[in-house]
């Protein structure tokens, strides 16, 4: 079965940082693309990263370029995000999803992860 | 970047309707959308993807069309748990935006 699963979330200052992780299972990671989408409460979703099987390719949203990073670590099964400069508009649950393969869309998601910027 | 507008965004309908919501891309994306339902508190799940094309496991009374800048997303007969947020889509470049969203209330 697969899984993912968000982890690292939680309150933080403005100004802060943050990793995010994303552990995967029951599936060979390396074999797929992955992303970072998120939802302000009361809000949509906001698509903010992607990565492609290796790492070579990366893409952002314009609201976290130059602020966040996407990588992975195929020997460990993880997707990670790392956040700086947060600010209260980052406060929302995360999100990591896995591409479907050569058609897009995003088959398989995270629980999310809940993250609080706020002093 | 593409922008999707979806509409309605909050819909009220009964058990056993037709309900119909539309997603219009500023630019073309041939059929590189997808549809996705949120119950709260959840993450969201695929239900059509390349515009038509039913997830596994996804019930058929759950049907998308379209192509270009104009899709729809149908539910033929609404069940009890098909009251959600869906949401759509574009995966034909980055960044790949979502809709804002349609609410689907009981009425």
Redesign the interface.
């Known amino acids: 079965e697969v899984q993912l699963v968000e982890s690292g979330g939680g309150l933080v200052e403005p100004g802060g940082s943050l990793r995010l992780s994303c552990a995967a299972s029951g599936f060979t990671f390396s074999e797929y693309e992955m ?1 970072w ?1 998120r939802q302000a409460p009361g809000q ?4 903010l990263s ?1 990565i492609s099987r290796y790492g070579t390719t990366t ?4 609201s976290v370029k130059g602020r966040f990073t996407i990588s992975r670590d195929n020997a460990k099964n993880s997707l990670y995000l790392h956040m700086t400069s947060l600010r209260a508009e980052d406060t929302a649950v995360y ?1 990591c999803a896995r591409d ?1 393969q050569f ?5 398989h ?4 992860i809940l993250v609080v910027v706020s002093s | ?1 593409i922008h999707l507008t979806q509409s309605p965004s909050f819909l009220s309908a009964s058990v056993g309707d037709r309900v119909t919501i539309t997603c219009r891309a500023s630019l073309g994306i041939n059929n ?1 959308l ?1 549809w ?1 339902q ?1 119950q709260p508190g ?5 239900l059509i ?2 515009a038509s ?1 039913l ?1 596994d496991g996804v019930p058929s009374r759950f049907s998308g069309s379209g192509s270009g800048t104009e899709f729809t997303l149908t539910i033929s007969s609404l069940q009890p748990e098909d009251f959600a947020t869906y ?1 759509c ?1 574009q ?1 034909k470049t ?8 349609t609410k689907l209330e009981i009425k």
């Open positions: 992303n989408v949509g979703l906001e698509w992607y893409h952002y949203g314009d999100y479907k058609v897009g869309g995003f088959e998601w995270g629980p999310g | 970047d590189f997808a996705y949120q959840k993450a969201p799940r695929l993807y390349s094309k997830e949401y889509q995966i980055y960044p790949h935006t979502f809709g804002q969203g």
